[in-house]
């Protein structure tokens, strides 16, 4: 009996419901199956029951970059597991890339991930978009650089309008900046001219958060720094002043909202942690309310030496640390400021043929939401699409 005989012996109503409960990686190679699962899994009902099913399931999604190579896997974020202290998760492996030079600008939202200074094609280093869940990736057309070559950007997705749109700094002149920003899924893809009304321009802080990006902005030519925010859907800034120096600070999404949130170690480098955090209530007001944690380690078998940041927050408001490389035992923690508990996840699975050794650093992303949608591209003319791996 052939594929296609075997798709038919399963009612057409049921095919559905039943790949919409499959790995994203999974479904990508369905695909093959028949005309019919493929015609299913192309549809945009079909995407949006996907998506639906995976977001009541958010994994956290792990990138292992060593030698300028990136390794992605994934594993289940704990839910409903107070009562135990401690637990043991298996990763699942993904995808592998090479070779990146500018990991600490890559940004990340709604399931896709943006490489400022990939390389990919054999011409050299490009701006390169990923879905990490299923392989699939594409080269950007190059951008409008006027003075130098841009290493940077920032990916924004606007939850109404369903869009991706890429957002890089270009050019400053004495009282604005010129970016460049990207519209990724139209019939043109091309880079459009944006004016900041203000000079301050974005660090490798950022993050975005209900269609805003939030990035940590700063002026060469002044001390302070400004949260930047910027309306992925209307394409407008603003910013907010917060302190003196932020650069200690990471932006998480603390239950849909902006939060700053700041890590400092006993005198030992462990136990007990204190967290301090700031929520954005109110962008237009600017209106923050403060919070301060104490974090103590209940399981004393788990060892901490300064080498714990946090990572960000789950949508139920657990805050996630985590370290920064993948040595046995290899360890993540959940801080449910409510109830006051702390969680450590032992992570297994984090490795290939050899266990990460030397110099490598690993790259957290919170509710990662397994996303079937790449029409990064309309015409294949405007950018390269490049398919998942075999």
């Given at each position: 009996?052939?594929?296609?005989?075997?798709?038919?012996?399963?009612?057409?109503?049921?095919?559905?419901?039943?790949?919409?409960?499959?790995?994203?990686?999974?479904?990508?190679?369905?695909?093959?199956?028949?005309?019919?699962?493929?015609?299913?899994?192309?549809?945009?009902?079909?995407?949006?029951?996907?998506?639906?099913?995976?977001?009541?399931?958010?994994?956290?999604?792990?990138?292992?970059?060593?030698?300028?190579?990136?390794?992605?896997?994934?594993?289940?974020?704990?839910?409903?597991?107070?009562?135990?202290?401690?637990?043991?998760?298996?990763?699942?492996?993904?995808?592998?890339?090479?070779?990146?030079?500018?990991?600490?600008?890559?940004?990340?939202?709604?399931?896709?991930?943006?490489?400022?200074?990939?390389?990919?094609?054999?011409?050299?280093?490009?701006?390169?978009?990923?879905?990490?869940?299923?392989?699939?990736?594409?080269?950007?057309?190059?951008?409008?650089?006027?003075?130098?070559?841009?290493?940077?950007?920032?990916?924004?997705?606007?939850?109404?309008?369903?869009?991706?749109?890429?957002?890089?700094?270009?050019?400053?002149?004495?009282?604005?900046?010129?970016?460049?920003?990207?519209?990724?899924?139209?019939?043109?893809?091309r880079w459009r001219e944006i004016i900041c009304p203000l000079t301050y321009n974005y660090r490798w802080e950022k993050i975005c958060v209900n269609g805003v990006l939030y990035y940590i902005a700063s002026?060469?030519?002044?001390e302070d720094e400004k949260i930047g925010c910027f309306d992925v859907r209307l394409e407008k800034f603003k910013f907010l002043y917060v302190s003196p120096n932020l650069i200690n600070y990471k932006l998480?999404?603390?239950?849909?909202?902006?939060?700053?949130?700041?890590?400092?170690?006993?005198?030992?480098?462990?136990?007990?942690?204190?967290?301090?955090?700031?929520?954005?209530?109110?962008?237009?007001?600017?209106?923050?309310?403060?919070?301060?944690?104490?974090?103590?380690?209940?399981?004393?078998?788990?060892?901490?030496?300064?080498?714990?940041?946090?990572?960000?927050?789950?949508?139920?408001?657990?805050?996630?640390?985590?370290?920064?490389?993948?040595?046995?035992?290899f360890y993540v923690f959940y801080f449910n400021p409510e109830r006051n508990t702390l969680r450590s996840v032992e992570i297994q699975g984090v490795r290939e043929e050899e266990e990460w050794f030397g110099?490598?650093?690993?790259?957290?992303?919170?509710?990662?939401?397994?996303?079937?949608?790449?029409?990064?591209?309309?015409?294949?003319?405007?950018?390269?699409?490049?398919?998942?791996?075999?």
């Amino acid at each position: 009996m052939n594929r296609e005989e075997n798709s038919d012996s399963i009612p057409n109503d049921l095919i559905p419901d039943i790949l919409s409960r499959l790995p994203a990686k999974s479904i990508a190679r369905f695909r093959c199956v028949s005309k019919l699962w493929k015609s299913i899994i192309c549809r945009q009902d079909f995407t949006e029951l996907f998506h639906t099913r995976s977001s009541s399931n958010p994994r956290l999604l792990i990138g292992i970059r060593t030698g300028g190579e990136w390794s992605f896997f994934s594993t289940p974020q704990p839910q409903n597991h107070y009562g135990k202290s401690s637990l043991v998760v298996a990763a699942d492996f993904h995808m592998k890339f090479s070779e990146d030079r500018s990991p600490w600008y890559c940004s990340y939202a709604s399931g896709l991930i943006y490489f400022p200074d990939f390389r990919i094609s054999k011409d050299g280093f490009d701006k390169v978009i990923c879905n990490p869940s299923t392989g699939q990736s594409a080269i950007l057309p190059p951008d409008l650089t006027r003075t130098f070559r841009n290493f940077g950007g920032l990916l924004g997705f606007d939850p109404i309008g369903k869009q991706f749109k890429v957002l890089v700094f270009n050019d400053r002149t004495d009282d604005e900046f010129i970016y460049h920003i990207l519209t990724l899924g139209t019939e043109n893809v091309r880079w459009r001219e944006i004016i900041c009304p203000l000079t301050y321009n974005y660090r490798w802080e950022k993050i975005c958060v209900n269609g805003v990006l939030y990035y940590i902005a700063s002026d060469p030519d002044e001390e302070d720094e400004k949260i930047g925010c910027f309306d992925v859907r209307l394409e407008k800034f603003k910013f907010l002043y917060v302190s003196p120096n932020l650069i200690n600070y990471k932006l998480i999404n603390y239950k849909g909202k902006l939060g700053l949130i700041n890590l400092d170690y006993a005198y030992d480098g462990g136990f007990p942690l204190e967290l301090r955090m700031r929520v954005l209530e109110d962008v237009e007001k600017e209106v923050w309310t403060t919070y301060a944690y104490t974090l103590r380690a209940e399981n004393k078998v788990v060892k901490v030496n300064n080498n714990l940041s946090v990572v960000g927050a789950t949508a139920s408001g657990e805050i996630v640390l985590a370290k920064d490389n993948a040595y046995k035992p290899f360890y993540v923690f959940y801080f449910n400021p409510e109830r006051n508990t702390l969680r450590s996840v032992e992570i297994q699975g984090v490795r290939e043929e050899e266990e990460w050794f030397g110099d490598h650093r690993v790259y957290y992303f919170v509710d990662h939401v397994e996303n079937l949608r790449f029409d990064v591209m309309k015409t294949t003319s405007a950018a390269t699409s490049i398919g998942p791996p075999e």
